[in-house]
Nanobody, 125 residues
């Protein structure tokens, strides 16, 4: 069982930056692909970005490409989401997730096996 704990959320003005972190309890963290998803009030959970087991492949949703960057530090069992040029429409609860298919960069939430509890990001205009 992999436990994931997100941190780094908060309130920021439009145009600002935040870095989210997700710490994993599993010592085999480096074998998992990791992803970030978000869910705004009244909306479905949507894919944000994913990274494969060694960080060699990443992919981001079109809405965040060029503004958000996913990365990982396997020595620290942590995945990050650097968010720049934030917009009010980025406001959501952000979740990290782990997939056993470590070689892939999954976009569908159904491909992930473990989820964190989420961290709130609020962007004011």
């Amino acid at each position: 069982q992999v436990q994931l704990v997100e941190s780094g959320g908060g309130l920021v003005q439009a145009g600002g930056s935040l870095r989210l972190s997700c710490a994993a309890s599993e010592r085999t963290f480096s074998s998992y692909a990791m992803g970030w998803f978000r869910q705004a009030p009244g909306k479905e959970r949507e894919f944000v970005a994913a990274i494969n087991w060694n960080g060699g492949s990443t992919y981001g949703a079109g809405s965040v490409r060029g503004r958000f960057t996913i990365s990982r530090d396997n020595a620290k069992n942590t995945v990050y989401l650097q968010m720049n040029s934030l917009k009010p429409e980025d406001t959501a609860v952000y979740y990290c997730a782990a997939s056993r298919a470590g070689w892939r960069i999954p976009e569908s939430h159904s491909e992930y096996d473990y989820w964190g509890q989420g961290t709130q990001v609020t962007v004011s205009s």
